[in-house]
Nanobody, 117 residues
Framework: QVQLVESGGTWVQPGGSLTISCGGFGFAFSRYAMTWNRQAPGKGRELVARISNDGSKTFYEDSVKGRFTVSRDNARNTIDLQMDGLKPEDTAMYYC??????????WGQGTQVTVSA
């Protein structure tokens, strides 16, 4: 059974830092790139960051470059997103996903990040 479980979201003040995590189970985690995505209220879901299956290559959406860092631990089937210099516009529900065919139509419950004074 495929599972994507996000955790660690909370309220943070502008300029603060937060690390959120995701566990992926029920598919060959280490064979696939993983992504972090977010959906703000009233907006569509957008790709934030991507990490290759072995962690050697990363991609960041322009608005988070230099502030967010994605990492993975294939031994534990987890990925993290370290977020620094948080801004109110980073407020969103954050979701992880895999590029495995088994997770194409699957989304976890997400983890809420709220940035406000």
């Amino acid at each position: 059974q495929v599972q994507l479980v996000e955790s660690g979201g909370t309220w943070v003040q502008p300029g603060g830092s937060l690390t959120i995590s995701c566990g992926g189970f029920g598919f060959a985690f280490s064979r696939y790139a993983m992504t972090w995505n977010r959906q703000a209220p009233g907006k569509g879901r957008e790709l934030v960051a991507r990490i290759s299956n072995d962690g050697s290559k990363t991609f960041y959406e322009d608005s988070v470059k230099g502030r967010f860092t994605v990492s993975r631990d294939n031994a534990r089937n987890t990925i993290d997103l370290q977020m620094d210099g948080l801004k109110p516009e980073d407020t969103a529900m954050y979701y992880c996903n895999s590029e495995s065919p088994l997770t194409q139509d699957y989304w976890g419950q997400g983890t809420q990040v709220t940035v406000s004074a």
